[in-house]
Structure formats: structure tokens, C-alpha cells
């Protein structure tokens, strides 16, 4: 039993003297864990940095097994961003939080193709953080917890949507939502038009709305809250956004 695919690496831990295991995401066979001899090695590290895409091949003698891979680099992400820790910190928080989502063995190609596309926008430093959100949304939506951006969920209508329901994940417009202010979650308005940007405040209100869900919904095996790199890079990117302010 064998394939190859295109991977992007989002996790590595050792295993024995030499070897490592290793968490690929992969764009047909979905997150898949194997075996990588030599993995602790100089080279080898180098190629299974989180957030690295490589080509990688697979092998084992039965489907379930854990298997082998065999990867070769095709960027190294990790490497390039070494000295731009925002970058290298969201670059992290990626890789973790698709490595927690994620079930084993199980396709979510939009989820790997958005990866990539967030890879590159990280590697750019162009508007990643918005890309961070959408990216989130569509991996909330692959696992069966989408929300309903496109109308209020207690008028019907398209228009003046501001807020989010905390309980049903729906949008609420800003009229239906007075008495409910204390509870609601703030709608940023850049994932209402496609191709736009976020600024630093709908920024945070989109990784604080997306977040919410995510630990919700998905992180209830890691006690509802997100990975720490999340964590970390939400931090990383306040601090940053309020430096710029404040210069």
C-alpha cells in the first residue's frame, strides 16, 4: 500500500534514537501521521519544519498501519520566516490549529488548498491576518459547523448584518441585536465582501469570532481551548497592531 501526494508538514515529534513521527496534511488523503527514518537527523529536520510543503510518499504493508514517509521538500516556509517572528508565529498557529482540527485519514482538500493559500500570503506579508480568519471559517465549515453570514437570522434580511449569535452561528442585524448586545459576537465587515481586507479591529473581532467556534465546536478534546501557538500569535499580533497605533 503506497501513494504520493502533496503535503504540508504541521507537526514532528521524536520517536526512539533517530526517527521521528510526523503530521502531514495532505490534499487527497487528508491529515495523515507516519513514520520517517532518520527523521532526527540534520537533513531531515530541515525538510519537516511545520509549516515546510513537500511532496510525500507513503508506504505501509496494510492501510491501517501507521507507515513510512519518504518527503521531499518543495518550500521551505519555516526557514524563510526565521527572522520575523509575527510571521513565523502565525506560520505555527496554522500548522497547529489544522493539526488539532483535523481528523486523521480524512479529506478536506479546500481546507489544504486554503493552507496553502495562507502559506503564501504569510510568506508575502501581504493581509495574512484576514486570510488567517477566512481560512478558519472554511475549516469550521468542511468539519459541518459553517456559519450563516448571508442573512439575519431574525429579520431574514441581507442587509445592515453586524453581529454573529453566539448559539446558532448565524448573522443578526444591527436592529434585530439591541436587546441582545451583551451576548452577541461583532460580525467584522470584510468577511461580508469578498476580496477585502480586514483592519485591525475587524481583525481582532474575526479571530476572536472564528476562535469562538473553533473551541466550541472542534477543541473539546483539548479542554475548548485553542492550541497555545493560536494563542501565541493572537497575542503576537495585538501587541504588534497596537505598537503601530501607538507609533
Known amino acids: 500500500m503506497q501513494w504520493t501526494d502533496d503535503g504540508i508538514v504541521l ?8 526517527s521521528s ?32 510543503t ?23 516556509y519555516a526557514a524563510d520566516l526565521l527572522n520575523d517572528p509575527l510571521c513565523l ?10 493539526d488539532a482540527a483535523l481528523p486523521e485519514r480524512e479529506p478536506h482538500a479546500p481546507v489544504f488548498e486554503g ?10 506579508r501581504t493581509s495574512w491576518p484576514s486570510v488567517f480568519v477566512k481560512w478558519e471559517l472554511e475549516l469550521l465549515r468542511e468539519l459541518g459547523f459553517g456559519l ?13 448584518l453586524a453581529f454573529v449569535s453566539p448559539k446558532s452561528g448565524r448573522a443578526v442585524s444591527m436592529a ?3 436587546p441582545y448586545l451583551d451576548v452577541l459576537l461583532p460580525l467584522p465587515r470584510f468577511l461580508l465582501a469578498e476580496g477585502r481586507a480586514g483592519d485591525r479591529e475587524e481583525i481582532q473581532q474575526g479571530l476572536k469570532l472564528s476562535g469562538y467556534f473553533l473551541s466550541r465546536h472542534v477543541f473539546a478534546h483539548h479542554g475548548n481551548k485553542s492550541p497555545q501557538a493560536r494563542e501565541r500569535m493572537v497575542e503576537w499580533l495585538r501587541k504588534s497592531q497596537e505598537g503601530s497605533l501607538n507609533g
Not at 508565529?89 to 489544522?98: E, G, M, N, R, Y
Open 21 to 52: 513521527i510526523v503530521s502531514v496534511l495532505t490534499r487527497d488523503h487528508g491529515r495523515h501521521i507516519g513514520l520517517v527514518r532518520g527523521g532526527s537527523g540534520k537533513r531531515a529536520r530541515g525538510i519537516y519544519q511545520p509549516g515546510n
Open 115 to 124: 493552507m496553502a493559500i495562507l502559506l503564501d500570503s504569510i510568506h508575502a
Open 54 to 76: 513537500v511532496s510525500a510518499r507513503w508506504k505501509a504493508r496494510l492501510p491501517e498501519h501507521l507507515g513510512a514517509y519518504d518527503c521531499e521538500l518543495t518550500k521551505a
Open 89 to 98: 508565529a502565525a506560520l505555527s498557529a496554522a500548522c497547529a490549529v489544522a
Open 148 to 160: 450563516d453570514l448571508s442573512r439575519c437570522a431574525a429579520t431574514g434580511r441581507s442587509d445592515g
Open 11 to 18: 507537526s514532528t515529534r521524536k520517536h526512539g534514537e533517530t
Open 176 to 178: 434585530a441585536a439591541q
